[in-house]
T-cell receptor
Framework: EPEVTQTPSHQVTQMGQEVILRCVPI?????FYWYRQILGQKVEFLVS????????KSEIFDDQFSVERPDGSNFTLKIRSTKLEDSAMYFC????????????FGSGTRLTVV | KQEVTQIPAALSVPEGENLVLNCSFT??????LQWFRQDPGKGLTSLLL?????REQTSGRLNASLDKSSGRSTLYIAASQPGDSATYLC?????????????FGKGTLLTVNP
């Protein structure tokens, strides 16, 4: 069964450093997402991406965050200057088409900011 | 704004019991509802996707029902096993727009005791 692949599985970074979280969505999917889950809290939406542009972003997704699909296969989330409160599990997800099909999530990247 | 509530927050049962997990949502104008399983510190595994036109979906020992009008879904697990121990999350997409972001419940932490 096709999978969404995320790397790395765990990243530790110092406060103020830039991090890039990488994802390879399912190849024929058209809609791409990042979600995050702070320890003990709900999974929450960060950003959706379709047709090579952001279609919606949450209030969490401020100027420190950016997403890219640089080569048609990878989908990246960049945090420019990490804060302690960015520590969370970050999930990439993709969907085939609008409305009907469900989500396929990756296994996540645990980001620890120290 | 869509809100998703899951009851109970935690459930502990002996092996072999049948059990029901509950999910309620405030905005009934949904396209579908998806149940996920999350093992500790891991990603989200899709269990069942119910379209808004369906009343239930089955996969093995799992059966999910959907009552859109009352804003409720249940996940029924038959003959529970210790390997079923995990957090179970339900999620619904927003009703407006095409970006289709998911709103998650906080989950039910299930422990099945041998």
């Amino acid at each position: 069964e096709p999978e969404v692949t995320q790397t790395p599985s765990h990243q530790v970074t110092q406060m103020g450093q830039e991090v890039i979280l990488r994802c390879v969505p399912i190849s024929n999917h058209l809609y791409f997402y990042w979600y995050r889950q702070i320890l003990g809290q709900k999974v929450e939406f960060l950003v959706s991406f379709y047709n090579n542009e952001i279609s919606e972003k949450s209030e969490i997704f401020d100027d420190q965050f950016s997403v890219e699909r640089p080569d048609g296969s990878n989908f990246t989330l960049k945090i420019r200057s990490t804060k302690l409160e960015d520590s969370a599990m970050y999930f990439c997800a993709s969907r085939l088409a609008d409305r009907g099909p469900g989500y396929t999530f990756g296994s996540g990247t645990r980001l620890t900011v120290v | 704004k869509q809100e998703v509530t899951q009851i109970p927050a935690a459930l502990s049962v002996p092996e072999g019991e049948n059990l029901v997990l509950n999910c309620s949502f405030t905005d009934s104008a949904i396209y579908n509802l998806q149940w996920f399983r999350q093992d500790p510190g891991k990603g989200l595994t899709s269990l069942l996707l119910i379209q808004s036109s369906q009343r239930e979906q089955t996969s093995g020992r799992l059966n999910a029902s959907l009552d859109k009008s009352s804003g409720r879904s249940t996940l029924y697990i038959a003959a529970s096993q210790p390997g079923d121990s995990a957090t179970y999350l339900c999620a619904v997409p927003n009703s407006g727009g095409s970006n289709y972001k998911l709103t998650f419940g906080k989950g039910t932490l299930l422990t099945v005791n041998p």
